[in-house]
Every structure is written in structure tokens, then in C-alpha cells.
């Protein structure tokens, strides 16, 4: 699974229409938000640092339910923006979730358990369990 990193407000104007999985990493506002689902009309999940979480309107969080896409909490660790544009979640991941799947494991347990063994965090995680 690939995530879209957008870091600055002007790359939203850019985006593909078919991003599905988008991490802001600078602090967007509700115009920011909004041009953002405007222009990617399939998009599921916005990421954003747990610093800026805090900051996003309850107008914003109301709008993006009422779309049907999440609003989570996450870092992309040591992603580098000027070699791709995009962050690569490891197919290991996928095989991992999978085997533990395959264990009778609930969603819950195997998201922190993942997270805990990699660095990927638990909402991200849930919406991958959530795919599959």
C-alpha cells in the first residue's frame, strides 16, 4: 500500500483524483481539508501528525465522517519527499496481518501487535485490517 505525502498546501492542486491514502505533513487548515476532498473525490483515510491533530475543527472532523473517510493520527518515519512521493508500506506487513489473522487474532490485538514490531501506527494499521 502506497501513502501520498503532501507537504506543503500548494502540492493539493496537484494531487491525482485517485488517491485513496493521503498524509498532510505541515498543518492544514479547513480550506485546506476541504480542497483536498474536492480534488481527490475517492479518498478513504487524511493522516496527519498527532501535533496537528489537535488542532483540526470539529466542523472539519463532522464533515470528513459525513464523507465517509477517516481522520487519523500517524508520522511517515523517515520518509524522504525528494526521492518519491510516496510512502511505501511493506508487502511484509500485509503477510504479517495475515498470519496473525490466520491465529484467530482480533483486529484490535493484531494492530497493536504490529504496531508495536514495526513503525506504523494502530489507525493505519486498523484501516489496512479493515481492507483486507
Not at 466542523?59 to 465522517?65: A, Q, R, V
Not at 495475515?98 to 504496531?115: F, H, T, V, W, Y
Amino acid at each position: 500500500m502506497k501513502i501520498r505525502v503532501v507537504s506543503k498546501r500548494k502540492e493539493i492542486e496537484t494531487l491525482d483524483e485517485g488517491e485513496r491514502v493521503i498524509h498532510l505533513a505541515f498543518r492544514p487548515s479547513n480550506k485546506d481539508i476541504f480542497d483536498l476532498v474536492k480534488r481527490c473525490k475517492n479518498v478513504e483515510v487524511i493522516q496527519i501528525p498527532s501535533s496537528y491533530r489537535k488542532t483540526v475543527s470539529k466542523s472539519i472532523e463532522m464533515f470528513l465522517e459525513m464523507e465517509g473517510i477517516r481522520l487519523i493520527e500517524g508520522d511517515v518515519w523517515g520518509h524522504r519527499k525528494d526521492i518519491n512521493e510516496y510512502y511505501s508500506i511493506s508487502p511484509s506487513v500485509n503477510e504479517r496481518i495475515k498470519e496473525l489473522k490466520s491465529e484467530g487474532m482480533a483486529d484490535e490485538e493484531i494492530a497493536r501487535k504490529i504496531e508495536r514490531e514495526g513503525k506504523l501506527n494502530k489507525d493505519i494499521l486498523l484501516y489496512i485490517l479493515d481492507k483486507q
